[in-house]
């Protein structure tokens, strides 16, 4: 009814007792935010906070983070938080994670699937699936999120657990193929008989 989203609201905080000047700080960060709308003033022990409420949705409002802050800069000193601020900081952090969990992973992977495999094609295998997996998965999230509120690691889990389950399935199938030769059947045998089992299981 309000067109107001918790997860687009802004919270300044001042570091003062004085609402001398924050009025109009409020005011100018709110401008800076599509849709903002400066709340009343209140003061807790030594700090005045107000709101700028919105009404985006915190993928959309955490954008804005960077203006805001420009928008309140000065004396006294005032904070930014508010989930869309808090997002803003930790996406950052999020996406460093993820390169070094990839830098650690692909490395340990090659190492297991060389071991497995030996210096064979079949160690390409894994990393094929789990490009087309993870590639077609984020694809679909990405249109979901349109929609739908996501966790902002969402890509982290895709990635890392879409390289897993790659390994993991590739090392079934493979293995159950070579189980099937090893009992004297065709390869083209040996390759229906995997995909009528292992495979069922993957898919």
């Not at 000047?21 to 003033?41: D, K």
């Not at 954008?63 to 004396?75: D, E, F, L, M, P």
């Not at 952090?93 to 210096?119: K, M, Q, Y």
């Not at 929609?147 to 159950?176: F, K, P, Q, T």
Request: aromatic residues 6%.
């Amino acid at each position: 009814h309000f067109d107001e989203r918790p997860d687009g609201t802004f919270t300044i905080v001042f570091l003062t007792r004085s609402r001398s000047g924050v009025a109009a700080r409020v005011a100018r960060a709110a401008r800076v935010v599509p849709t903002g709308e400066p709340g009343a003033l209140h003061t807790s022990g030594n700090v005045v906070f107000a709101d700028v409420s919105t009404s985006l949705d915190l993928q959309h409002a955490k954008r804005y983070t960077a203006a805001v802050w420009r928008a309140v800069r000065g004396s006294p000193r005032a904070l930014v938080t508010g989930q869309p601020a808090v997002q803003a900081d930790l996406d950052p952090i999020f996406t460093s994670d993820l390169r070094r969990g990839e830098a650690i992973a692909v490395p340990l992977t090659l190492l297991v699937l060389l071991a497995v495999f030996g210096f064979s094609l079949a160690v390409a295998i894994p990393f094929v699936v789990a490009g087309c997996t993870i590639a077609a998965t984020l694809g679909l999230l990405y249109l979901v999120a349109h929609e739908i509120s996501m966790v902002a690691y969402v890509r982290n889990l895709v990635e890392l657990i879409g390289l897993g389950l790659a390994v993991d399935y590739s090392l079934l199938v493979v293995h159950r193929y070579r189980e099937e030769l090893r009992r004297g059947l065709a390869p083209d045998d040996a390759v229906a008989r995997t995909v009528a089992t292992a495979g069922r299981a993957v898919a």
